[in-house]
């Protein structure tokens, strides 16, 4: 199990959806943290906008960790969707089959103790604020439906203070930091650590 820490914004899948084409869909898969969001319907969509989703508890950590275990075990999983549109979980679920390699992605796995002690390898992404701010903006933008007021009222209530306050601090567990976010060098480093790894379970 290999997890992937990093600020909103750093770079995170980027980096991991490059490790899965080069190692191949059939040796690793990625689980996403963001997936395990709570479903919180008896909050008004108000109510649910102002929810602080960069904090730890927004997550049910405990059943993505119960998740993980399964599949290192090789059983299959049905994996919770999320629907950031409207801040709830999709009505329907996503078959997950084992694989020798898991990738783990989020900004604050590397933070949670539970998922931190499966992992055999720990990455963090370490890029700056203002770059990770402008991909949030972009993202959130095109992919979430947000509006560019919204995204940085966001930014300064919620997500500012929870990477100081978590993801910045869970840099100290990581086995490997990637600076700059997309750094080539880096990248191939931690490929051919995997292959290393796959290598091995096959």
Do not use: C, W
């Amino acid at each position: 199990m290999i997890g992937i820490a990093g600020g909103s914004g750093s770079g995170k899948s980027t980096i991991a959806n490059a490790v899965l084409s080069d190692v191949g869909s059939d040796a690793a898969i990625m689980i996403q943290h963001d997936s395990y969001y709570r479903h919180r319907p008896e909050l008004s969509f108000e109510q649910r906008t102002g929810t602080n989703y960069d904090h730890p508890d927004s997550l049910e950590t405990a059943l993505m960790a119960d998740h993980i275990k399964a599949l290192l075990r090789g059983a299959s999983i049905r994996r919770p969707q999320y629907d950031f549109a409207e801040h709830l979980r999709a009505s329907t679920d996503v078959a997950v089959d084992p694989a020798p390699v898991i990738i783990v992605e989020g900004i604050l796995v590397l933070a949670e103790p539970e998922l931190r002690d499966l992992m055999d390898l720990k990455i963090y992404v370490d890029t700056d604020s203002d770059l990770r701010l402008a991909r949030r903006l972009e993202r959130d933008v095109a992919e979430r439906g947000r509006l560019v007021e919204s995204v940085l009222a966001q930014y300064l209530s919620t997500v500012r203070p929870m990477h100081l306050q978590f993801v910045e601090p869970s840099k100290r567990y990581a086995d490997f930091i990637i600076p700059e976010g997309y750094n080539q060098g880096a990248v191939g480093t931690v490929i051919r650590l995997i292959r290393q790894l796959v290598e091995k379970e096959l």
